[in-house]
Nanobody
Framework: QVQLVESGGGLVQPGGSLRLSCSTS????????IGWFRQAPGKEREGVSC????????FYAGSVKGRFTISRDTATNTVHLEMKYLKPEDTGIYYC????????????????????WGKGTLVTVSD
């Protein structure tokens, strides 16, 4: 069982930045594809970004491309989501999710492909 823990959410003004982190203990995350999903109030969960296992590949939803950056820190066994130029529509609960091995790009944005989930961290973009 892989237990993922998100951190870094908070309240930020439009145009601001936040860095989310997804971590676990004991299991090398480099062996997993890690996805970030978000769920806004009254909306379905959507895939935001994904990094495949150690063999690489990073993907972004069109709505965040150029503003969000996903990265791995193998030293701390953490996956980060750097979010810049935040907009009110980025508001939601952000979840990280893990899947063993190497997902293809389309699979990276489908929640059903990820068996392991964190509990989420709230991001609010507002004046």
């Amino acid at each position: 069982q892989v237990q993922l823990v998100e951190s870094g959410g908070g309240l930020v003004q439009p145009g601001g930045s936040l860095r989310l982190s997804c971590s676990t203990s004991g299991t090398p995350l480099e062996n997993y594809s890690i996805g970030w999903f978000r769920q806004a109030p009254g909306k379905e969960r959507e895939g935001v970004s994904c990094t495949r296992d150690r063999y690489g590949g990073k993907f972004y939803a069109g709505s965040v491309k150029g503003r969000f950056t996903i990265s791995r820190d193998t030293a701390t066994n953490t996956v980060h989501l750097e979010m810049k130029y935040l907009k009110p529509e980025d508001t939601g609960i952000y979840y990280c999710a893990g899947a063993p091995g190497h997902l293809i790009m389309s699979a990276c944005f489908e929640a059903e492909n990820f068996p392991y989930w964190g509990k989420g961290t709230l991001v609010t973009v507002s004046d």
